[in-house]
């Protein structure tokens, strides 16, 4: 198939599945146009099953908004046509479902009919939560598309419970390539990082305040009092300069590494002991599937749909949004002994071999056939 992919190209969950996706897919044989306004930053390889087309948005002084939903329209189906795409799956409500749907009534004036999938990826629905000004576009965009999915099953039910759904949404979760993290990486640089007696605690995320970042400190500063370890925080985000300062007040921060955003995260999670999610919600928590599929154990808060990846007392523990007393005992408990991190490790690895891409990406494929015959 030739299937048009939109997304956010920036660090973050959905716009790594959806390049994910793409290059699964292109693997598998079909053919895929990545549509948005930067190229995807997991998106290396550009070929002859993968395309990648830039949105442009010329800046007018006379607009004090420069409108990206109708430049991405108008970009979808000028692709669309030039390329002869079969079906459009974009990720995220807002504001690709809605771009996405005036791509298609454009096309359908010319006789042109591509269905279009959304799938939903968690913040389009809890920015709804806050801001219920965007709800109405929303609502709509969902129900107009052809295929909704959910990235789990709590997104699912939040949506539902949100919005008024007429249709179905399926529930499919994120992935991983199991088969990659089982050949690569056996020679982890940990020495660059701490001393052979420390353990490394590790915290990727795009340090928003969803992420409840204070917490990780907070985990950590209690953590390095009972045992030896390192603290490394990867990422870019508004909460980074006061976690900097945080670290400065609890005496830590010779403690903690500050790397910044970084594209060889399998690299650092090679060497880590422990990985820190205690966000105050997560509709899947992606970052945590990555640790757990680098053999690292997950202390989680239970929000949203991470009880759906971390499984509780195996791949790691599950503590209520923002008790950090809760979060610390769990990772000294799993910190503490040779034989138990090796445990939890083993099974942190074997949980996340239950979300490999191979079994994950023909569901897709289902959904697109679907929706392609029902055309
Ligand atoms: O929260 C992030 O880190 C970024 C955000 C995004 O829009 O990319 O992630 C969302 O989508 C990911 C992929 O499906 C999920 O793994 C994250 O849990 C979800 N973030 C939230 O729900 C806060």
């Keep these: 198939m030739k299937i048009a992919i939109v997304c956010y190209p920036t660090f973050g969950g959905s716009g790594v599945v959806a390049t994910e996706l793409g290059i699964a897919l292109a693997n598998r044989g079909h ?3 990545f549509i948005t306004y930067k190229q995807p930053v997991r998106l290396e390889l550009l070929s002859n099953k993968i395309f990648f087309h830039e949105v442009h948005v010329p800046e007018y002084p006379l607009f ?3 409108p990206y939903e109708l430049a991405l329209s108008s970009k979808l189906v000028d692709t669309i046509k030039l390329h ?3 079906l459009l799956h974009v990720h995220y409500a807002i504001p690709h479902a809605y771009a996405g749907y005036m791509a298609k009534k454009m096309l359908e004036e010319e006789g042109i ?3 279009m999938i959304t799938t939903l990826h968690g913040t389009d629905i809890t920015l709804v939560g806050k801001h219920p000004f965007y709800k109405p576009a929303v609502t709509f965009s969902i129900n107009q598309s052809d295929v909704v999915t959910s990235v789990s099953e709590s997104l699912k039910q939040g949506t539902l419970d949100t919005f008024d759904i007429h249709g179905d949404i399926e529930v499919i979760p994120n992935f991983i390539d199991a088969k990659k993290y089982s050949t690569s990486f056996t ?3 940990r020495s660059n990082m701490a001393t052979e007696q420390e353990r490394i605690v590790t915290h990727i995320s795009n340090f928003r305040k969803v992420k409840r970042i204070p917490d ?3 985990i950590f500063s209690k953590v390095q ?5 390192k603290l490394i925080m990867v990422g870019e985000g508004p909460e980074k300069e006061g976690a900097e300062r945080l670290c400065e007040e609890l005496g830590i921060a010779d403690k903690v590494i500050f790397l910044g955003n970084s594209n060889e995260i399998d690299k650092i999670l090679c060497f880590s002991d422990l990985f820190l999610l205690p966000s105050q919600t997560e509709s899947f928590g992606l970052a945590a599937l990555e640790a757990m599929i680098n053999k690292v154990p997950v202390i989680s808060s239970n929000a949203g749909g991470i009880p759906e990846v971390n499984t509780n007392g195996v791949s790691g523990f599950l503590s209520n949004v923002g008790d950090v007393d809760d979060m610390a005992a769990n990772a000294i408990a799993i910190l503490k002994n040779d034989s138990d991190l090796e445990r939890f490790k083993l099974n942190a690895l074997k949980e996340a071999q239950r979300f490999d891409i191979q079994k994950v990406v023909p569901l897709y494929e289902e959904v697109y056939e679907r929706a392609y015959n029902g055309r």
Excluded at 225 to 229: R, T, V
């Design 31 to 33: 053919e895929i146009h």
């Design 64 to 66: 004090h908004y420069q």
């Design 84 to 86: 002869k795409i079969d």
């Design 113 to 115: 009919y591509v269905p």
């Design 187 to 189: 020679d982890c640089q």
């Design 216 to 218: 990780v400190i907070k």
């Design 225 to 229: 009092l009972e045992i030896p370890s």
